[in-house]
């Protein structure tokens, strides 16, 4: 819910725009006076201001200044019954968001302030996608070691011939990097084509990769151009190189040294200008030694390395990574996430996200499908990630840490509400965190009803 707070020294505005904005589902605050108001901005988080300029106690366009010091995102609407151009002028500089004249009528306020939320939430995305995100792509590198491979994958892309080897553990971002790569390069305004060697049956991947001549096998009615093929001029991604068969292998290896390819079924070379950018979570030097990746393909194939380390040996990446995905989720869904909670923020931090940068973006999906709030809490988080086993302490005992903070978080709750007489608001006051978030872990922990407000 959106919070308005009005500051106006005339008590009939003041009710007048409460029961309006009530009506339009706004959590409304009041105030007579600018120092009043600016004593609620200063503590309280409210998203739009209705400031009459002609107050008793300070002057409207020096609330305003003081507004935007302490909150300079807060969207400032100014109304008065002695508008001025100057007036207007000077507080749209100041920053005002929009200017209205007494008396105004309610459908003009509703619009003015509906407009003003639009803009704002826009607002929002994109400084969070200009911080978080790169075209379709998600690009984090905050941590040394990301910002490496970045400078590697541009520094590359300079040379639009040079094959590229991308090495990490799968959902590190192989294929963004790839793509980075590729957008990068003076290839770019030509096609970026990818196949997995791992989801392909051998039989098929040749054909998918060469292409064929009609009637070179049963189901070949008509001829079909290869991947290499619709990707002259440009780029082919080979994932999952590390699958690819042995027999299949050579053939590779011999497109990269003729710069040709021959369709299955066919008679005759047809010139390619590919760059060939391969990637695996495999060791190719131990498949090398063990016989199962051709040892000159890989030196073929590894002209200019990129590593990509998992996520948890990049820490730095997590939240912001966390925090993107929030927002474009959020917005996808129509849901209100806007930030994480500082507890939350710390057991993503720490946990070992073994599928890396594809595991958090589901788990981030996935709450903002289930969950709806401002701040992602920790009764968002799934089990598993609020539940990490350790599977022995240091007296031999098997433990859960979530367990143990659970046990002590019911205690310091029921604690809490035994002394405020089960007063609900007061609990929520004392141990500070929102009545709904206190109601919830309530109903989690199965504490047991109070005497009091519920």
């Excluded at 007579?32 to 998203?47: L, N, R």
């Excluded at 991947?205 to 151009?225: I, N």
């Excluded at 990269?256 to 066919?266: A, D, L, V």
């Amino acid at each position: 819910m959106k919070t308005i707070l009005v500051i106006d020294d005339e008590e009939f505005i003041r009710d007048n725009l409460y029961r309006i904005l009530r009506k339009e589902g706004y959590e409304v605050k009041l105030a007579a006076t600018g120092d009043a108001g600016i004593e609620i901005i200063s503590s309280e988080e409210i998203d739009v201001v209705l400031l009459d300029l002609n107050l008793t106690d300070i002057n409207g366009i020096e609330v305003l200044k003081k507004i935007k010091s302490i909150d300079p995102n807060v969207l400032v609407i100014i109304i008065t019954g002695y508008a001025t151009v100057d007036s207007a002028v000077e507080a749209l500089k100041l920053g005002a968001y929009d200017y209205i004249k007494k008396p105004f009528k309610a459908d003009a306020i509703k619009l003015i302030i509906k407009l003003a939320l639009e803009t704002q939430s826009l607002k929002k995305e994109v400084d969070a996608l200009k911080k978080y995100g790169r075209k379709e792509e998600t690009i984090i590198a905050e941590s040394l070691a990301m910002k490496e491979s970045l400078r590697l994958a541009v520094e590359v892309a300079k040379h639009p011939d040079t094959n590229v080897l991308i090495t990490g553990e799968s959902g590190t971002g192989k294929e963004v990097i790839a793509r980075l790569i590729h957008e990068s390069s003076a290839r770019k305004d030509k096609p970026f084509l990818d196949i997995n060697c791992a989801n392909v049956p051998e039989h098929l991947l040749e054909s998918e990769l060469f292409g064929y001549e009609k009637g070179s096998f049963t189901d070949a009615r008509s001829s079909k151009a290869g991947l290499f093929e619709d990707a002259q001029g440009g780029t082919i991604f080979l994932d999952e190189i590390g699958e690819m068969p042995l027999s299949l292998q050579a053939k590779i290896l011999r497109v990269i040294e003729t710069k040709t390819i021959r369709k299955i079924g066919g008679n005759k070379n047809i010139y390619m200008d590919v760059r060939i950018i391969a990637a695996t979570n495999r060791d190719l030097k131990l498949a090398v030694e063990k016989k199962q990746f051709r040892e000159d393909l890989y030196y073929r194939l590894n002209v200019f390395p990129i590593h990509l380390l998992p996520l948890r040996k990049r820490k730095e990446d997590i939240i912001p990574l966390a925090q993107y995905y929030l927002i474009k989720y959020a917005k996808k869904f129509g849901k209100k996430f806007e930030d994480i909670e500082e507890d939350v923020k710390s057991i993503l931090e720490n946990y070992p996200w073994k599928g890396n940068v594809r595991e958090l973006k589901n788990i981030i999906e996935r709450i903002c499908i289930m969950s709806d709030d401002k701040v992602l809490r920790i009764e968002h988080l799934p089990i598993d990630i609020m539940d990490p086993q350790y599977e022995m302490s240091e007296s031999g005992v098997t433990f859960s840490l979530a367990q143990e903070v659970a046990n002590f978080e019911k205690k310091l709750i029921e604690e809490a509400l035994r002394k405020n007489g089960g007063n609900i608001l007061r609990t929520s006051k004392q141990l500070n965190i929102p009545r709904g978030t206190l109601r919830h872990k309530i109903d989690k922990y199965k504490i047991l009803a109070h005497s009091g407000e519920k």
